[in-house]
């Protein structure tokens, strides 16, 4: 059974003067000085395509709903979307009505009104019954629609009542939005049949988290580099000295298993740094494997960079996730930001995944040179893991 998505001809019959209820992932990060600015609007701008494309259609309404932050299961005003109806409403032209609560009891009557085309609920996260995948809770908020749009990619490794149990109660009226759309489709050139050379290139600060996707890749990819604090515990593992750079014991543990299996030959690791006695300290050019007492690894070093950028020549497929030190630092930043440079000028299909790796290519300007950026960190990482996940399933096949 394919998966339907909002192009489907059945979807055109189905939301036209109907009320449609979508789901997306509103879940932006906020500026830390004034918590109602939003600091990054792209999970918004990434869905105005889709409410657009719905609205075309003439439905009577649109029910728009989604997570935001962590309130853990109360009403908490700091984690209220009523920053998101804001800048949906400017971006739109048209009022976006945001109810109380998502179980309010004047929704009902609120959808019968000739008022608002656009109704956003509260965030679902204000109930508890939404992160429990509650029944009673999604048949409530499948009471609010009459055809279900899910476009919440970021959200859709979870099995909550708005992304995974609401599916019951839309047999046949449930359709893909178009960012969704897009993420599959882009993350399925990666997961199945990589046109080759495929190279990854991980990073970021913990080995345990990713080891999943690196078991998972070293299956189909040509070459593995690895920069970041991921690397230090494979070179601690091989017997290389790594100073005082992130790594744990445990994380030496899985390196070293995974260093004993036949893939072995497609890791590549650095083999210089730009290291500091601090976080915030200066950067010095270490340019040997070793790393010595009382420095850490914070960048991988210009013999590293060259050789990364070796290997990305050919490639016809990359994946990229986590950064190659740490970027937020300019000192520490020129590793990551090379990949990005390499990876913009690639006649390849490159796909960048995971929170930190975005922020990066979008610190160096070379977003619009990618062939595709995830918006879910966890979604995607999680996607290439298993292929799909429970909340692409749940709209594919249905729940009893
Ligand atoms: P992750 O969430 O696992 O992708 O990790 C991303 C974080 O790892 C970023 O905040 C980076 O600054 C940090 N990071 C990457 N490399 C290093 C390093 N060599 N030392 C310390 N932190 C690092």
Redesign the pocket.
């Known amino acids: 059974m394919a998966l339907k998505y909002i192009t489907d001809e059945s979807f055109q019959a189905l939301a036209k003067d109907k009320k449609v209820l979508a789901r997306f992932d509103f879940n932006v990060p906020m500026d830390k000085n004034d918590p109602t600015k939003i600091a990054d609007s792209t999970r918004i701008d990434e869905a105005i395509e889709t409410i657009q494309a719905i609205l075309d259609l003439k439905p009577k309404k649109l029910i728009l709903m989604s997570h935001f932050g962590r309130p853990k299961g109360k009403v908490d005003p700091q984690y209220s979307l009523e920053p998101v109806a804001k800048y949906l409403a400017e971006k739109l032209g048209q009022e976006v009505l945001l109810t109380e609560t998502a179980l309010d009891r004047g929704i009902k009557t609120l959808l019968g009104l000739n008022e608002s085309k656009i109704v956003m609920l509260q965030n679902l996260r204000f109930h508890p019954e939404e992160e429990a995948n509650d029944r009673d809770f999604a048949r409530t908020l499948s009471t609010y629609g009459d055809v279900f749009v899910f476009d919440a990619f970021g959200a859709a490794h979870r099995k909550h009542a708005s992304t995974y149990e609401i599916n019951a109660f839309f047999k046949n009226k449930a359709f893909g939005g178009l960012l969704l759309k897009r993420e599959v489709e882009s993350l399925d050139k990666v997961v199945n049949d990589p046109v080759k050379p495929f190279v990854a290139i991980v990073?970021?600060?913990?080995v345990s988290?990713?080891i999943k996707i690196i078991d998972m890749l070293l299956v189909s990819v040509d070459k593995l580099l690895i920069?970041?604090?991921?690397a230090?515990p494979f070179l601690k593992a091989q017997g290389h000295t790594i100073g005082t750079?992130?790594c744990t014991d445990e994380d030496v543990s899985l390196a070293r298993r995974i260093l004993n299996t036949p893939s072995k030959g497609k890791i590549v690791l650095p083999s210089d740094h730009i290291v500091s006695s601090t976080?915030g300290g200066l950067p010095s050019e270490i340019n040997q494997v070793n790393i010595p007492d009382g420095q850490?690894?914070?960048?991988i070093g210009p013999s590293t960079l060259q050789n990364f950028n070796d290997y990305l020549a050919s490639a016809k497929t990359v994946l990229w996730?986590?950064?190659?030190?740490?970027?937020?630092n300019p000192s520490?930043a020129k590793g990551t930001l090379g990949i990005a440079k390499t990876l913009s000028t690639l006649k390849a299909f490159t796909l960048v995944g995971?929170?930190?790796?975005v922020s990066a290519v979008k610190m160096s300007g070379l977003s619009d040179k990618m062939s595709h950026i995830s918006t879910g960190g966890g979604a995607s990482l999680e996607y290439i893991e298993n292929g799909t996940l429970p909340g692409i399933q749940a709209l594919k096949f249905g729940i009893d």
């Open positions: 990073g970021g600060a913990k988290d990713k920069g970041g604090a991921m230090y750079s992130l976080f850490m690894g914070l960048d996730n986590g950064p190659m030190g740490l970027f937020e520490f995971g929170g930190d790796s």
